[in-house]
């Protein structure tokens, strides 16, 4: 069973920097066709996506994103962390980590219960 | 960029069949999937592979992709399918896309 749960910061400010920690268990990233992504949604809005980890440290962003954007991951903890500098308001939204896998498709299959991230001063 | 276009809503009668389009350019070269989202939950995928249904989903919910467009279909809506549907497919250029999601209300 996979399951996925996101952590971090409720709160942050203007300017900041968002640092999301993604633990996960029941897979290996290690495993072909496999990864790790993040999808945010702001209040009442539509799901946007913003960065994939993949096998042998694979990176995928978010072309409109890319530029603030950090995923890395920490295999002996079964963890995946996404880094966003410069966090505005517009930026608030709930976070989540999601299962990607690629294989007869490509489709995140299991998610995290999200994490709502508020950028306020 | 690679764009996917859903209507914002679609309404159906409660027993009838609903269909919700996810255009796109060639989309029918791409795998496409569908999620479900209910009210302060997280999505559920439905369908994914264009007409692939995971396991726990119910046969009510099917899939296709041609041409530009893709399609859910809802067959005997219950008040349960009320939800939004997301589409996504995957594109060489920008990698994952969602469309811009559907609100499915029952009447």
């Known amino acids: 069973q996979i399951t996925l749960k996101e952590s971090g910061p409720a709160l942050v400010k203007p300017t900041q920097t968002l640092t999301l920690t993604c633990t996960f268990s029941?897979?290996?990233?290690?495993?072909?066709?496999?990864?790790v992504g993040w999808i945010r949604q702001p209040p009442g809005k539509a799901l946007e996506w913003l960065a994939l980890?993949?096998?042998?440290?694979?990176?995928r962003y978010s072309p409109s994103l890319k530029s603030r954007l950090t995923i890395t991951e920490d295999t002996s903890k079964n963890q995946v962390v996404l880094i966003m500098t410069n966090m505005d308001p517009v930026d608030t939204a709930t976070y989540y980590c999601?299962?990607?896998?690629?294989?007869?498709?490509?489709?995140?299959?299991?998610w995290g219960q999200g994490a709502l991230v508020t950028v306020s001063s | 960029s690679y764009d996917l276009t859903q209507p914002p809503s679609v309404s159906v009668s409660p027993g009838q069949t609903a269909s919700i389009t996810c255009s796109g350019d060639?989309?029918?070269?791409?795998?496409v999937c569908w999620y479900q989202q209910k009210p302060g939950l997280s999505p559920v995928l439905v369908i994914y592979?264009?007409?692939r249904r995971p396991s726990g989903i119910t046969e009510r919910f099917s899939g296709s992709n041609s041409g530009n467009t893709a399609t859910l279909t809802i067959s005997g809506t219950q008040a349960m399918d009320e939800a939004d549907y997301y589409c996504?497919?995957?594109?060489?250029?920008?990698?994952?896309?969602f469309g811009g999601g559907t609100k499915l209300t029952v009447l």
């Open positions: 999601a299962h990607w896998y690629r294989v007869g498709g490509y489709y995140f299959d299991s």
């Open positions: 029941g897979f290996s990233l290690s495993t072909s066709g496999m990864g």
């Open positions: 980890i993949l096998r042998n440290d694979d990176k």
């Open positions: 060639k989309l029918g070269d791409k795998y």
């Open positions: 592979a264009d007409t």
């Open positions: 996504q497919a995957w594109d060489i250029t920008t990698d994952v896309v």
